[in-house]
């Protein structure tokens, strides 16, 4: 059974940087994982994803102030978030799959496992 568990939110000023960890637990090979964001009154949104051969993806409104990255050794997944805007307030999740693909086109609902939620609050 794969555990997923955020730590690392909290509240910046518009132009800070956070690191969010997500831990992992569990044996299942898991070759895909993502951070997706929920804001207030909208939808979950991708923003992250990268490959058990750490190749990355990014959403266009994150592409160069967030990156992702992974330890396997460790079994941690991270997001470095630079450059905070008003709009990146929203509860971040890590999530993941079994299934090979890995890209933008994937939805929510394409991923199994997902941790419970980190808010971000970007005052401006």
């Known amino acids: 059974q794969v555990q997923l568990v955020e730590s690392g939110g909290g509240s910046v000023q518009a132009g800070g940087s956070l690191k969010l960890s997500c831990a992992r637990s569990g044996d299942t090979i898991l070759p895909c994982m993502s951070w997706f964001r929920q804001a207030p009154g909208k939808g979950r949104e991708g923003v992250a994803w990268?490959?058990?051969?750490?190749?990355?993806s990014y959403s266009g409104s994150v592409k160069g102030r967030f990156t992702i990255s992974r330890d396997n050794a460790k079994n941690t997944l991270y997001l470095q978030m630079s450059s905070l805007k008003a709009e990146d307030t929203a509860v971040y999740h890590c999530?993941?799959?079994?299934?090979?693909?890995?890209?933008?086109?994937?939805?929510?609902?394409?991923?199994?496992?997902w941790g419970q939620g980190t808010q971000i609050t970007v005052s401006s």
């Open positions: 990268i490959r058990r051969d750490g190749s990355t």
């Open positions: 999530a993941a799959r079994e299934g090979a693909a890995c890209n933008k086109l994937l939805t929510a609902s394409n991923f199994n496992f």
